[in-house]
């Protein structure tokens, strides 16, 4: 039986980590050779859209185009997203968590990009990943009630406390006990957790429901890989794809940028020639998956 295989794209702006004022989107409007690469090995990638993504002209087109090989599924970043509310003072440069804002205001935001977006796609929207990975239940109880099936907001393994968003706030979520497998994580939401691994000789020789493993975890040190590529990382993605099929795993799910996907538009790829190990590599990946039991599938098609 095949593995389910989900390539995820975060679809924003560029540059994000630099915490712009000024945010343009122009890396949404070169995403015609990444899905072309995804097309010659049948990968159908999942678009998890933003607001200045949703809104450039140029990528509504590619995804026009292209709509019969993609999915299109909702990725909101707070600081900047409709309705506008001043959470920080200046929340452009602190890009307060979505769970930190007011449950009215995090509301009216889903409401408005879940309305823009089937709108401007004329599709219908059942996957959500959070910006910056925020989620807790009253995130979910609001996407459950605009129908969000499927989140994937959640990366085992890793820690983001200690990355601030409000100044005043508790930080970001905090993985390091979650599983791998999926899960309903609220109601009928199923949970695709990004599929990542992690690198200790003691650690992976515990089971991931051990008592043991957990204590292991906030103790001591460790590196965790997650499925998602750098300009050069292919030994490390085979890695994370042979552990969680050695261990059984429900799915894959390979997340990246769409900034990270161009030169010029994320600290990744910083000129052309990066450009073009990164692309050598992921067609060396893809074709790499093809030798193995996995399908790749939107998650429209994987709720089917």
């Keep these: 039986m095949s593995v389910p295989f989900f390539l995820t794209i975060d679809t924003e702006g560029d540059n994000i980590w630099d915490r712009p004022n000024i945010i343009k989107s122009t890396n949404v409007e070169k995403l015609y050779k990444f899905q072309e690469l995804c097309n ?98 009253s995130i979910l109880k609001i996407l459950h009630d605009y129908g969000i099936k499927i989140d994937c907001s959640v990366v085992p393994g890793y820690d983001w406390t200690s990355s601030l968003g409000n100044p005043q706030g508790n930080g970001g979520p905090d993985f390091r006990l979650s599983t791998r497998n999926k899960y309903y994580i609220y109601k009928d939401i199923l949970e695709i957790p990004v599929s990542t ?69 994320s600290h990744l790829l910083k000129n052309e020639e990066d450009e073009k190990i990164f692309y050598d590599n992921l067609e060396i990946f893809f074709m790499y998956l093809s030798n193995k039991k996995i399908e790749s599938m939107t998650f429209k098609e994987y709720i089917s």
């Excluded at 090995?41 to 995804?63: C, D, G, H, V």
């Design 40 to 137: 010659k090995y049948n990968i159908k990638p999942i678009y998890l859209t933003n607001y200045e993504a949703s809104i450039n002209k140029e990528f509504q087109r590619f995804a026009e185009i292209n709509r019969r090989n993609l999915e299109i599924g909702l990725h909101l970043h707070a600081w900047n997203s409709p309705h506008s509310y001043n959470l920080t003072g200046n929340d452009y440069k602190y890009q307060p968590y979505l769970h930190e804002y007011p449950n009215e205001i995090i509301k009216n935001k889903i409401d408005y990009m879940m309305k823009n977006l089937e709108n401007t796609f004329q599709t219908n929207i059942i996957s959500h990943r959070g910006g910056r990975y925020s989620i807790d239940n």
């Design 197 to 265: 691994f992690t690198v200790s000789k003691y650690l992976n020789k515990i089971s991931e429901k051990n008592l043991a493993r957990r204590v292991f975890s906030k103790l001591f040190s460790y590196k965790n890989l997650m499925l998602r590529s750098k300009v050069n990382n292919l030994d490390e993605l085979k890695k994370v794809v042979e552990w969680n099929l050695l261990n059984q795993c429900t799915h894959l799910d390979y997340i990246i940028h769409s900034s990270e996907l161009t030169h010029g538009t």
